[in-house]
Nanobody, 124 residues
Framework: QVQLVESGGGSVQAGGSLRLSCSAS????????IGWLRQAPGKKREGVAF????????YYSPSVKGRFTISKDRNKKMVNLQMDGVKSEDAGVYYC?????????????????WGPGTQVTVSS
């Protein structure tokens, strides 16, 4: 299994920006997607943004589309999530995860390797 570690979480004002990064122990697979899921207190973990192994397919949750951007840096084995126009409902723990397939559903059951998570707090 790939080892994943998130960084970049913290506190951000509503309307501001934050950049999350995920470092992977191995990379460059063209067979599975990798991306970000999040969990708010008392809520189920939900998919935020994924990028296929070939980089040809991208998924964004409707709640973040147009505000968040997922990207890969293959040389550094990093997956980044640029969060702009942050809203209070974006608060939660953000997890980097690798999927079983190249086009996963936005469901945590489609992912097999998880980072420990990084906390995002949004202040008004």
């Amino acid at each position: 299994q790939v080892q994943l570690v998130e960084s970049g979480g913290g506190s951000v004002q509503a309307g501001g920006s934050l950049r999350l990064s995920c470092s992977a122990s191995e990379f460059c697979s063209t067979y599975y997607a990798i991306g970000w899921l999040r969990q708010a207190p008392g809520k189920k973990r939900e998919g935020v943004a994924f990028l296929s192994g070939s980089d040809e397919w991208t998924y964004y949750s409707p709640s973040v589309k147009g505000r968040f951007t997922i990207s890969k840096d293959r040389n550094k084995k990093m997956v980044n999530l640029q969060m702009d126009g942050v809203k209070s409902e974006d608060a939660g723990v953000y997890y980097c995860a690798a999927a079983f397939s190249d086009h996963p559903d936005p469901d945590e059951r489609d992912f097999h390797s998880w980072g420990p998570g990084t906390q995002v707090t949004v202040s008004s």
